[in-house]
């Protein structure tokens, strides 16, 4: 399975942006993770195949919301009310079988920057 992140971009603090990231294959589980500039990779919301339900860093709770179109192969995130701390290049990930644990991902997308300047 190939992820193609999309939707990054330059955006005022408090702005919105979406993301998405298509699949070529069916996928089961998703999530979303981030990288800033010299730091490391760190999660930022999944929705969980076995009961849709979803969840998210703290960092982001209220602000982000993960939501996905099976019929499409793909996967969402709307971020609202971004902050300059929310720069980085933000990567879908995908497991690679619906009994994959939670938190296991063998997928990954190539990447889409999101720059929220103050």
């Known amino acids: 399975v190939q992820l193609q992140a999309s939707g990054g971009g330059l955006v005022q603090a408090g702005g919105s942006l979406r993301l998405s990231c298509a699949a070529s294959g069916r996928t089961f589980s998703m999530g979303w993770f981030r990288q800033a500039p010299g730091k490391e990779r760190e999660f930022v919301a999944a929705?969980?195949?076995?009961?849709?339900?979803?969840d998210y860093a703290d960092s982001v709770k209220g602000r982000f919301t993960i939501s996905r179109d099976n019929s499409k192969n793909t996967v969402y995130l709307q971020m609202n009310s971004l902050k300059p701390e929310d720069t980085a290049i933000y990567y879908c990930a995908a497991p690679r079988s619906r009994f994959s644990p939670r938190g296991r991902y063998d997928y990954w997308g190539q990447g889409t920057l999101v720059t929220v300047s103050s």
């Open positions: 929705v969980y195949w076995s009961d849709g339900a979803t």
